[in-house]
T-cell receptor
Framework: KAGVTQTPRYLIKTRGQQVTLSCSPI?????VSWYQQTPGQGLQFLFE???????NKGNFPGRFSGRQFSNSRSEMNVSTLELGDSALYLC????????????????FGPGTRLTVL | GNSVTQMEGPVTLSEEAFLTINCTYT??????LFWYVQYPGEGLQLLLK?????DKGSNKGFEATYRKETTSFHLEKGSVQVSDSAVYFC????????????FGRGTSLIVHP
């Protein structure tokens, strides 16, 4: 079974631009979460989606947004990029419905390395 | 809110040495605890987990025991290999409204032949 795939793997943008990252979950998984990983802050939760609905959102500004499609694939968008947005963005998928009452193991993709110049 | 504190690295060991990576947490209620491993260029992989006090999670020679009295979940391995070189993350998942996983900063392990 193919794992979680993320595209692109590497991205270089300049301040003020916007970027869209894509995540394809493991086949059959309907829950997708996004995390930002930086040396200074570690892994921080961005969003969680299930069945095209955002179930939870982390403490990030409104420049960070996401969505999920009917095939469970997910995208996240960052508008008006800042230098501090440089990070590894990780996507994780899991079976089950997610949320507080249904835990299933999360499987992580390799991440998209975003560099903002 | 929930928090996870793990020892800073890098931890540098010779092959076959004993490994301990400390992890302590702050959380209300009864969280589930996890260790993840991240190899270079890859995403995180679940290494082991424990869902209640005194549970011991184990996998690939690694072990960690859920100690509620000391709010700790230290990772141990009796004899490390070069292939264990990676970054290790301790994480917790609270209950109810705190169900989103909280991760530690990660500890880099370097094992020399």
């Amino acid at each position: 079974k193919a794992g979680v795939t993320q595209t692109p793997r590497y991205l270089i943008k300049t301040r003020g631009q916007q970027v869209t990252l894509s995540c394809s979950p493991i086949s059959g998984h309907r829950s997708v979460s996004w995390y930002q990983q930086t040396p200074g802050q570690g892994l921080q939760f961005l969003f969680e989606y299930f069945s095209e609905t955002q179930r939870n959102k982390g403490n990030f500004p409104g420049r960070f947004s996401g969505r999920q499609f009917s095939n469970s694939r997910s995208e996240m968008n960052v508008s008006t990029l800042e230098l501090g947005d440089s990070a590894l963005y990780l996507c994780a998928s899991s079976s089950g419905s997610g949320g507080p009452y249904s835990y299933n193991e999360q499987f992580f993709g390799p991440g998209t390395r975003l560099t903002v110049l | 809110g929930n928090s996870v504190t793990q020892m800073e690295g890098p931890v540098t060991l010779s092959e076959e040495a004993f490994l301990t990576i400390n992890c302590t947490y702050t959380a209300t209620g009864y969280p589930s605890l996890f260790w993840y491993v991240q190899y270079p260029g890859e995403g995180l992989q679940l290494l082991l987990k424990a869902t209640k006090a005194d549970d011991k999670g184990s996998n690939k020679g690694f072990e960690a025991t859920y100690r509620k009295e000391t709010t700790s979940f230290h990772l141990e391995k009796g004899s490390v290999q070069v292939s264990d070189s990676a970054v290790y993350f301790c994480a917790l998942r609270g209950s109810g409204g705190s169900y989103i996983p909280t991760f530690g900063r990660g500890t880099s392990l370097i094992v020399h032949p």
